[in-house]
């Protein structure tokens, strides 16, 4: 065993007590240094992510991974930014959830508390190294990551900033810990480190997560895949329609929540697709279609190709996606949740009509007049763990249900106050028309 892993692994346990047992202002001071931090040593981070780009292209990595993992000073700026927000937000540890009385006189309650020791396991998206580590500082967790390799020298510099911001506050030292090493074998190791760590949550790809899930003995979070899809039905505005799936897909190819298959009602398909095909083009998109999807884009056309049994499940991140025909909103939800892990996009003229069939279907994002993207931030920061089970509503207004367990809604107490009843009326299959105010809530 990595005696470096054990003794990682050893510490964070060890000061996840304490790291408990913070004051909510200790926690949000250490965020606001820990922000500052980050663009004090913009210089010192930005060429280590120089160092990591430089070989990402001597291994020719695609466009789409080299733009997840570049920085700059916006996105250093913005993940900066992330931690100031997170420290605004309302402290989930000591929350009482619920308290009940039975009928023989015991009191019975419900209290928030931290897990302990988070480890996240992800790919090479350096913004993550920041995320993860103050959502789950905030919640009063330990967090330990393990980076991909292709980022190594931008997560050390990340992580070295922050941890100066730790030590400033005389934060114990395993709040924050960093796996250097980037060989699989200690992937492995930590995935197995039971004694010490309560939870693993693996962020990236499919053959990142079925690994982790596969491998760990650890209780895992398994999160969903970015297989983001889009449908379009048959009663859809087309011209709102085109607008946003080339949004969704040409914004940046390289995210998780970009668009990476359309699915489209047969009665629209041979009006619609030609468009889509028009708006696209000079984005040099790809469009890998069923035989029918095929027809109606035009079997001539150069970026017109026959998909495969592969392309309905591929996250391309590249300017390429699958075209789906159905029949029914009905198929195209099983069609989704058979491909892309219950994570689906649709693009329907009254989603407040669907409420009452959709609420149960799994990881939903129902939009009117909304781009794609919006699903990921609508609670504000994107600062969410996506996962297998959470459904999401949009149509003026965000509603829905996020997991909390080394997180907290990136929402103010005001925006709370003012989605709790669309939640109820959500969650009675009423419809949301009267509450478009709310859209502003999350500001």
Known sequence: MDAKLQELCRQAHEDRIRVGMLDTDTKNRTLELAADALMAHEQEILEANAIDME???????????????????????????????VAKLEDPIGEVMSMRKRPNGLIIGKVRVAIGVVGIIFE??????SDAFGLCFKSGNCAILKGGSDAIHSNIAIVSA????????????GALSLIESTDRETTNAFMKMKDYVDLLIPRGGRGLIQSVVNNATIPVIETGTGNCHVY??????????????????????????????????????KEFLPKLYAALKEYDVEMRGDSYAVECLGPDQPLVKDATEEDWGTEYLD???????????????QYANEYAPEHLEINVEDPDALIPKLVNYGSLFIGQ??????????????????????????????????????????????????????????????????????????K
């Open 55 to 85: 070989r990402g292209r001597e291994r020719n990595m695609p466009q789409g991974l080299l733009d997840r993992l570049k920085l700059d000073h916006d996105r250093l700026l913005g993940m900066a930014d992330g931690l100031r927000q």
């Open 124 to 129: 090479a998206r350096p913004n993550v190294t």
């Open 162 to 173: 922050m941890q100066e911001a730790l030590r400033r506050m005389n934060i114990p030292k």
């Open 232 to 269: 379009v039905d048959q009663f859809a505005d087309q011209e709102m329609a085109v607008n946003i799936i080339k949004n969704a897909k040409t914004q940046r190819i390289g995210v998780c929540n970009a668009c990476e298959s359309i699915v489209v009602h047969r009665a629209i398909a």
């Open 319 to 333: 300017y390429i996606m699958s075209v789906k025909i159905v029949d029914s909103l009905d198929e195209a939800v």
């Open 369 to 442: 007049n909304t781009a794609e993207v919006f699903g990921d931030y609508a609670s504000g920061t994107n600062h969410t763990l996506p996962t297998l089970r959470a459904a999401r509503y949009t149509g003026g207004v965000w509603v829905g249900t996020f997991l909390k367990t080394c997180t907290h809604q990136s929402m103010t107490p005001e925006a709370s106050a003012q989605i709790a009843p669309l939640v109820s009326r959500m969650a009675h299959g009423e419809g949301l028309s009267g509450h478009a105010a709310a859209a502003d809530a999350r």
